[in-house]
Every structure is written in structure tokens, then in C-alpha cells.
């Protein structure tokens, strides 16, 4: 198209700009590489070249020529995603050069809504006061009578308030107002009565979502990415905007930077990587919101062993809670949502996770998995291959104490099997608790062949465990049997004698 038109260098980010929705992730990160190629590296260049007046006709042709910036011949989402980059490096370039910029993009004869606000967002963060807010008339009508249906005709409080005040406060507290609202709003969703033009309210809602296709700031996107159901999902969805104000400017340069390396289809190179060193510089309230700004439940399997690579490769070792954190945003809601055999890409990102964090792979997956009561065979067969391959003998036994605290079910008891299969050493206290539980829970097994199976296993393995006393108490329960491995069992109990 025009990209004759600048140098080698401003190509390059006009390529990035160009490449769809994340244009302005992908421009920061082309940006990054320059300057560590070349630390003198400048966008004046670019910035005068999109400048420039050009020859520009009609697409019918009727029209006389006219001239104009060569900003303006470009298309929409190339505005929005040059603009959404400068406002994140703004800092970094002459004030005079952005307002030559934006002054160019304002003789646009057909400006989108959102190109304006973007520029008059970029004009007060260089000081030029605006008394227009940044959304139109007909957006501001459009709140107002949606507020009025969900509080009522009578209360004319909420969101309505926001739209007619006099005053216009900043945009960046004008957002954060609108998402505590949104949030108030769902919690009392149970006292709403809806009107019957549902559909028309989902379109309007939607319109009020920061998307990457329709945001000011990039950063407040990542946060605003929706996840699916689930405990770390809905944290995620509701991470509150001033949280991610609060971070530190460093980590939300690098949350953009790790945002890009996970979108791209590229190998990773070594130096990419370097950018999850961030992790260790987080404290754990950091943690939960760089991964609901990533959107890590998200994620998608095919991109896990590039991920887990770069995070077994960090040095020092990730911290307890942030290892934890991120177990429990990358794969706890992708394993409690399997309904076939993992796939081997999970398989191996949670395996090689399990090898290096095992205290936290047992809390954050293997015991919230063990709780769910939606545990199936493809959950038991993947804790089968951690306990088994990635876990010593401690953490096998702080895995078995994990079932003493739930509800068996016949998933659960394949799991219990594995780990009595590599023959864990129990204490008398540890195997005391362990024959309450097979006595307490057994009444609900008397058909099950597994529970059979698992009682051989620990009469067999384990006799030297059995006293006098639950001898008697396991007696008591294989009578309620029903299998036909029932005679089997009660051979074994009585071929016991050291008690």
C-alpha cells in the first residue's frame, strides 16, 4: 500500500500495526527488539513520515483530488492500533510530534468513534485540557436508558449519575467508575427484572466492553479478556481495573511482552523468554492479576510446553505461591474439564511442572482435582501418572492424607490404588486413619470391584501394618460385600496373624 513510503525500520511497525487486533502488542514488541539492537533507536521518523501530505482520489472517482496525512489513508484499525501504541510509549517521544499527529488524523473526514476518543485520551495525557467527555451524545442516551431499566423507573441513581454531571473527570477514573458499577450490578442480578428485549440489552452491554478490537488501553484489555466458568475463571473476568493500575510500570511492560510471546505462532527464542523473570519480581496479590491479564486458563494446549519450558528455566526457582498461582491459572480448569485422556501436550506441561514444584502441583491441582466431585477416569489416570512418575514418597503420602478429607468415589479410588501400589511407608498413626476411612466408607463400595481390588492391595502389601484392632474393624466390613472376589478378601484378612 504506502509502505514504499518509510524506511526500513518504521516498515516494520507499520507491518505490526497492520496485522490485525493485537497490531499494538505486536508494534511494543518490534519496538523492543530494535532497541536492544540499536539503543539509539527513535519512531520521529515514522511519526513524520505519517505525517506527510499525500495525493489522495475518491474510491469512485467523481470526486476532485484532495490532499491529506498519510495517516488518514489508512485504514481504521490501523489508526486504532497506532494510537493505542503511542499511548503506551507516549512518554518516550516529543510532545510537539504527537500533536502533529493527532492534529493530522483530525482533518479525517470520516473519524470513528473510537479513533476520536483515543486521541482526545492521548491530548489530556500531554496536558491539553478537553471539556468533552470522550464518549458521544448518542452513547451517553444510550447508557442512560439502559440504566434506567435495570435499577427502575423510579431510581435515577448508578450509571445514569455519571452521564449527567457537568463535570468530566479523567477518563482512566471514568473506566474504573463504570467497571465497579458493572460488578454491583451482577451481584444483584438476582433482584433485576429483565425487560423482554433481552437482545437489544446483550448488544448494548457488550458495546460497553473494552475488547481488543474496540479499547483505549491495552493494558485494561488484557484485564477485561473474558475466561470460562470456574473459580480461577471468575477471578480472572472480575480482576478489578485499579488493580492492574497498581502494578508497577516494569510489569505491565512485561505482561504485554509475555502477552505477545504466547500469541505468537514463531519458535521461542532464548532472549523472549527472558521476559517471565518478571514472575520473580511479583508478590502473590501481582501474581493473580498478571495471570488474569494473560487470561492463562485461556491458553491453548499446543502453546503449554513452550510455556512451561520458559518457566523451568527460570532461575532461582518460582516461590511457593507463585508457583501455585500460576499451576492454578494454567491447568487446574483444563484438567477438571477433561472428558477423554489428556492430551500430550497437558500431559507434559503438568508432568514436567509436578517434577520441579511438587508441594505446589499437590495443593493448587492434585487436591482441588481429588475434591471436585466431577472427577472422572481422565482425571485419575492423569494424577495416577504424577503420582507415580513426578512424586517422591512424601508427597505421595501427603496425597493419600488429601482422601482422608473426601467423599470417595471410583475415580477417587483408582488414585488411592496407585499410590498403595508403590508402597508408600505408612506410620501406625498414618495406616490407623487410613482403615477408619476404608470402614466408614466402605458401606457404599459393597459392589465394587476397585474397592476389592484396593482392599487386596492393602492386605497383601500392608499386613504387617494390621493389628488385633483392625483386623477386627475390617472384618466387620468386608461382611458387607456383595462381589465375587468376597472369599478372596476374607482369605487374605484371615491368613494374617502377626496381630
Not at 174 to 190: C, F, I, P, Y
Not at 222 to 231: H, L, Q
Request: charged share 20%; net charge negative; aromatic share 4%.
Amino acid at each position: 500500500m504506502f509502505l514504499s513510503r518509510f524506511d526500513g525500520q518504521s516498515r516494520l511497525l507499520v507491518r505490526s500495526l497492520l496485522s490485525g487486533v493485537s497490531g499494538a502488542h505486536r508494534a511494543l514488541a518490534v519496538l523492543h527488539r530494535q532497541q536492544r539492537a540499536k539503543s539509539d533507536t527513535s519512531l520521529g521518523n515514522l511519526l513524520e513520515t505519517l505525517c506527510r501530505d499525500e495525493v489522495s482520489r475518491s474510491e469512485d472517482g467523481t470526486k476532485p483530488l484532495t490532499i491529506k496525512p498519510l495517516v488518514c489513508l489508512f485504514p481504521a484499525l490501523f489508526k486504532q492500533n497506532l494510537l493505542s501504541f503511542i499511548y503506551l510509549v507516549h512518554s518516550l517521544l516529543p510532545a510537539t510530534a504527537v500533536h502533529r499527529l493527532l492534529k493530522c488524523l483530525n482533518q479525517d473526514s470520516h473519524p470513528k468513534p473510537w479513533i476520536t476518543a483515543l486521541g482526545r485520551q492521548l491530548e489530556r495525557n500531554l496536558g491539553t485540557p478537553h471539556k468533552e467527555p470522550l464518549y458521544t451524545e448518542q452513547c451517553s442516551q444510550r447508557l442512560m436508558d439502559l440504566s434506567q431499566r435495570l435499577v427502575g423507573s423510579i431510581e435515577t441513581r448508578g450509571w445514569a449519575e455519571c452521564f449527567s454531571s457537568e463535570t468530566v473527570e479523567s477518563e482512566s477514573q471514568s473506566v474504573a467508575d463504570l467497571a465497579e458499577l458493572g460488578t454491583q450490578r451482577k451481584r444483584k442480578s438476582s433482584l433485576i427484572i429483565l425487560e423482554s428485549d433481552g437482545e437489544e440489552m446483550g448488544s448494548q452491554s457488550k458495546r460497553m466492553k473494552i475488547c481488543e478490537n474496540d479499547g483505549v488501553d491495552v493494558e485494561e484489555q488484557s484485564v477485561k479478556t473474558e475466561t470460562p466458568g470456574g473459580s480461577e475463571g471468575d477471578a480472572a473476568a472480575e480482576t478489578p481495573v485499579s488493580h492492574c493500575d497498581a502494578l508497577p510500570e516494569h510489569i505491565k511492560v512485561s505482561v504485554l511482552q509475555i502477552k505477545e510471546l504466547l500469541d505468537s505462532q514463531t519458535e521461542w527464542e532464548q532472549s523472549s523468554t527472558d521476559v517471565f523473570k518478571v514472575l520473580n519480581d511479583c508478590d502473590p496479590s501481582q501474581v493473580g492479576v498478571l495471570c488474569g491479564m494473560l487470561s492463562l486458563p485461556d491458553l491453548p494446549e499446543q502453546t503449554l510446553p513452550k510455556l512451561c519450558s520458559s518457566l523451568l528455566a527460570l532461575s532461582p526457582d518460582l516461590s511457593y505461591s507463585t508457583a501455585a498461582t500460576l499451576i492454578r491459572s494454567l491447568l487446574l480448569e483444563k484438567v477438571l474439564s477433561l472428558s477423554e485422556p489428556a492430551s500430550r501436550c497437558l500431559v507434559t506441561s503438568v508432568t514436567s511442572l509436578c517434577s520441579q514444584y511438587p508441594r505446589p502441583m499437590c495443593h493448587a491441582l492434585i487436591g482441588p482435582v481429588l475434591e471436585d466431585e466431577k472427577i472422572g477416569p481422565p482425571q485419575a489416570e492423569l494424577l495416577n501418572r504424577l503420582t507415580e512418575g513426578c512424586l517422591d514418597s512424601h508427597y505421595r503420602l501427603l496425597v493419600l492424607q488429601m482422601t482422608f478429607r473426601i467423599a470417595w468415589s471410583e475415580a477417587v479410588l483408582s488414585v488411592i490404588h496407585g499410590l498403595l501400589d508403590s508402597k508408600p511407608i505408612l506410620s501406625e498413626e498414618l495406616f490407623t486413619q487410613f482403615t477408619e476411612q476404608l470402614v466408614s466408607q466402605g458401606p457404599q463400595f459393597t459392589k465394587s470391584v476397585k474397592f476389592v481390588k484396593m482392599m487386596l492391595t492393602v492386605l497383601t502389601k500392608y499386613s504387617a501394618n494390621v493389628t488385633a484392632a483392625h483386623k477386627h474393624s475390617l472384618t466387620g466390613c468386608l461382611m458387607l460385600n456383595e462381589t465375587f472376589l468376597k472369599k478372596s478378601l476374607q482369605a487374605a484378612l484371615k491368613r494374617i496373624t502377626h496381630t
